[in-house]
C-alpha cells in the first residue's frame, strides 16, 4: 500500500511516458479506425504497439535518471529504457482494450 500511494520515481516516469505515448497513438488508431471502416485492422495496431514500445523506452530513457551509487551522480542506462519496455508492454494492450471496447463502442 506504501508504494501505491508513494511510487517509485522512476518507475512512475516510466508508466507515465509509456502511457502517454500510448494515448495519443491510441487516438490516432481510432481516428483511422473511424475513418476507415472495416478495413484490416492488423497492420496499424501492430504499428501502435511498436511505437508505443520504442517511443515509450526511449522516453524513459531521456527521462529517467537512475542513481549510479555513493557518488550521487545521476546517469542514464540502458535500464532505464528497458524499465520502459518492461512497463509499455502491457500499457500498450491495456490502452487497446479500452480505445477498441469502451471508446469505440461508445461512438
Do not use: H
Not at 3 to 24: S, Y
Not at 45 to 67: D, K, M, N, Q, R
Not at 82 to 90: E, K, R, Y
Amino acid at each position: 500500500m506504501r508504494q501505491l500511494r508513494n511510487p517509485p520515481p522512476p518507475v512512475l516516469r516510466a508508466v507515465l511516458a509509456d502511457l502517454v505515448v500510448a494515448i495519443v497513438a491510441g487516438i490516432a488508431l481510432l481516428v483511422y479506425d473511424r475513418a476507415n471502416p472495416g478495413a484490416d485492422m492488423a497492420p496499424p495496431v501492430a504499428l501502435f504497439i511498436a511505437v508505443v514500445i520504442v517511443a515509450g523506452s526511449a522516453l524513459t530513457y531521456v527521462w529517467v535518471e537512475l542513481p549510479s551509487g555513493a557518488s550521487g551522480v545521476r546517469r542514464r542506462s540502458a535500464w532505464a529504457a528497458m524499465l520502459g519496455l518492461f512497463a509499455a508492454i502491457p500499457i500498450a494492450y491495456l490502452v487497446l482494450v479500452v480505445v477498441f471496447q469502451v471508446v469505440r463502442a461508445l461512438l
